[in-house]
């Protein structure tokens, strides 16, 4: 297929995605992908994956995958990891060589993936040190919940050595990308006076965002905030 039939194609389906026809889009990226285009590849891997404009199938979505990840597609070989991660039983040994192959291209999901693996001891064997280096270079580039597991293991002295202040730095970074986990945490920082100055205007809207994105501890936290004899009205 010649490349100026690919651009039009390219078009086309991004044309029928922004308008919701996405079985007309999968039609064309059937074609593109059985061209050998990597993208078109990945992207029915992604239709089948979800089941978006075609019936999901976790067989179709790993041969696509598998086919964008021999052309080393660094998002074909993190979604074909999380695949094997998911059947059951989890097949993390290959999930775990997938994520690596993603994380030396770049993909910071993949980084963050791996320091979940060295965290919980998934085919590797725990290491809070490794697991931390992973968030970090995952956090680095912009991952939120990264970021968030960053701050966490800094206010926790996890892999790293302990610093409150760099906990609220990183929750704050993950709390701006609307990650409810960090903003609850930063609320509770606030609240606490835990590595930043109290404030309890502070603690109140980061909990309040928190229950917004679905926090589920995040409301229990805000009444005894507000219940608390030391909170100025």
């Not at 996405?22 to 891997?45: C, F, H, N, P, T």
């Not at 291209?105 to 590797?124: D, K, Q, S, T, W």
């Not at 835990?194 to 409301?219: C, M, P």
Request: aromatic share 12%; charged share 25%.
């Amino acid at each position: 297929m010649k490349s100026t039939e690919l651009a039009s194609l390219y078009d086309r389906v991004d044309v029928l995605l922004d308008r919701g026809q996405s079985a007309e889009a999968v039609v064309l990226l059937k074609r593109i992908a059985s061209a050998g285009d990597v993208w078109g590849q990945y992207m029915l891997g992604l239709a089948y994956h979800y089941g978006d404009g075609v019936g999901k199938s976790r067989k179709q979505a790993e041969k696509w995958y598998s086919l964008a990840a021999e052309q080393n597609y660094d998002s074909a070989l993190l979604n074909l990891g999380l695949l094997y991660a998911s059947r059951r039983p989890p097949a993390y040994g290959e999930a775990y060589r997938l994520f690596q192959r993603a994380a030396r291209l770049g993909n910071r999901n993949a980084m963050y993936n791996l320091g979940l693996y060295y965290e919980r001891g998934h085919h590797v064997k725990a290491n809070s040190r490794t697991s931390f280096r992973w968030y970090f270079k995952a956090a680095e580039l912009g991952d939120d919940e990264a970021q968030c597991m960053v701050g966490y293991c800094y206010h926790e002295g996890e892999g790293i050595s302990q610093n409150k202040e760099q906990a609220v730095h990183w929750y704050r970074l993950s709390a701006n990308q609307d990650n409810a986990s960090a903003c609850y945490n930063l609320g509770l920082c606030y609240g606490d006076g835990d590595g930043v100055r109290r404030s309890v205007r502070q603690a109140r809207r980061w909990l309040e965002q928190a229950i917004i994105l679905g926090h589920v501890k995040a409301g229990n936290q805000l009444r005894e905030l507000s219940a608390s004899p030391s909170v100025s009205r």
